[in-house]
């Protein structure tokens, strides 16, 4: 197994452990007492830890996505209303995620909406705090490690500085896991998207099925129980790994963006730990909710408490603009 693989199989057990207190939105962590600097202030420090750092590891979870206008997983909002239109006004859904959920009774009608849900991710441009995220990135040596399975940070960024370790909605898997093989999804969307029209139905033969065995295809993603965590998962894994391990006895900043409190075992635990334990590291955390700052890390990091999109336009704003938004090798 993989070195950070491995911290996020440690988390978890803590995580199983302490489960009624996450699950209240809380830490079993002691947290740090210490009093937050003014939001001004807290900004700049950010732009110097930035400019003293060797290398950044970015974590980058839903609350950046949301921030930018992906917020059409869990609720009836406007851009739920836009992509997922049709669906929400014969079914009721409440964000993607519900239809996601749902027991169609046809299979032509169940692959209508995957199909709608995998295009509207593929085909969404960058949103604006991956853009500032990204002038902020210039010119530093960085890694992506990221549980948002949008595909955003693979249209700024090369594939080998980023890991994907939820997943990623370009490809299919078989929904039976009886290889370990994952192929294109974008092509099979595009053909659904086309047949299905005004319509929510998919031609019975566009629904997409594994070379292998003939059961249907599934979104190489984790969330629904079938997740193929095989040669592609290990690869994401080995990604961030060798990248940390590499830099560990730099200045490595660790970077967290808009983790939620059900999931802290893949970006913020780790980042915490590791924080802790490597002897030049740092941690910056931004959250629009939780203000969590470990007491053993007070005087290593802090966490902006804000609005993520607005946080990173502010620092970005005081960044000169070279090449920010164009795929960079
Ligand atoms: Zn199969």
């Known amino acids: 197994m993989s070195f950070y693989e491995n911290l996020v199989m440690q988390t978890q057990l803590n995580y199983s452990r302490y489960y009624g207190v996450y699950a209240a939105g809380k830490t079993p962590y002691e947290l740090a007492d210490k009093k937050a600097l003014t939001y001004e202030k807290q900004i700049e420090a950010l732009l110097q830890e930035l400019e003293e750092a060797d290398c950044v590891v970015v974590g980058g979870a839903s609350g950046l996505s949301a921030a930018g206008g992906g917020d059409f997983y869990y609720g009836n909002t406007p851009s739920f209303q836009k992509y997922f239109g049709k669906f929400a006004k014969k079914y009721g859904f409440e964000g993607a995620f519900a239809g996601m959920q749902f027991s169609f009774a046809a299979r032509e009608e169940r692959w209508g909406y995957i199909a709608t849900f995998l295009n509207t991710t593929q085909k969404a441009p960058v949103r604006e705090p991956y853009l500032d995220l990204d002038r902020l990135l210039q010119g530093k040596d960085f890694h992506i490690l990221t549980t948002n399975q949008d595909t955003q940070f693979v249209k700024l960024y090369p594939e080998e500085k980023v890991s994907e370790i939820q997943g990623d909605h370009r490809f299919f898997q078989c929904s039976r896991c009886c290889e370990d093989d994952t192929w294109d999804a974008v092509k099979p969307v595009e053909e659904m998207i086309q047949a299905m029209g005004e319509g929510t139905f998919v031609p019975t033969e566009l629904i997409p099925r594994c070379p292998h065995c003939g059961a249907e295809a ?26 940390i391990q590499k830099n560990r006895d730099k200045k490595i900043l660790f970077l967290e963006l808009g983790v939620g409190r059900m999931t802290p075992m893949f970006i913020q635990e780790p980042f915490w730990n590791l924080t802790l334990n490597l002897p030049k590291a740092r941690y910056i955390a931004v959250n629009d909710r939780y203000d969590f700052l470990p007491k053993e890390i007070e005087d290593r990091g802090m966490v902006i408490m804000g609005d993520i999109a607005r946080v990173l336009k502010d620092a970005a704003e005081s960044v000169p603009v070279k090449n920010a938004g164009k795929k960079r090798a």
């Open 218 to 243: 599934f979104p190489w993603v984790r969330g629904y129980g079938n997740f193929l965590q095989g040669k592609k998962y290990d690869g994401e894994y080995q990604k961030i790994s060798e990248y």
